[in-house]
């Protein structure tokens, strides 16, 4: 099995600053894409940011040139940096690992816990 654990949400006025992580541990052969989501209440899942290696990235329209997105291989963590901040970035975000756990093997979907955060305006 994989786990995944977050870290780094809390409550922030508008314009400030926020530093999520992710990291996996368990039966890893390669982590094929690692990704944030975000749901606020009421409202489905939604992309924030994915990444497939240091240079391919994705991201949501509402968060281009304010997130960040990176990864480091060698500790199987993601990272989410937050700057300038909005009300509407207020929701629950979720880490997003597509690992392969074997070099044959099918590849599996894990998600994180979960991490709040909120945005005051």
């Known amino acids: 099995q994989v786990q995944l654990v977050e870290s780094g949400g809390g409550l922030v006025q508008a314009g400030g600053s926020l530093r999520l992580s992710c990291a996996a541990s368990?039966?890893?052969?390669?982590?094929?894409?690692m990704g944030w989501y975000r749901q606020a209440p009421g409202q489905q899942r939604e992309l924030v940011a994915t990444?497939?290696?240091?240079?391919?990235?994705n991201y949501a329209d509402s968060v281009k040139g304010r997130f960040t997105i990176s990864r480091d291989n060698a500790k199987n963590t993601v990272y989410l940096q937050m700057n300038s901040l909005k009300p509407e970035d207020t929701a629950a975000y979720y880490c997003?690992?597509?690992?392969?756990?074997?070099?044959?093997?099918?590849?599996?979907?894990?998600w994180g816990q979960g991490t709040q955060v909120t945005v005051s305006s």
């Open positions: 997003y690992f597509n690992v392969r756990r074997s070099e044959y093997g099918p590849d599996y979907n894990y």
């Open positions: 368990g039966s890893i052969f390669r982590i094929n894409i």
């Open positions: 990444i497939i290696s240091g240079s391919n990235t």
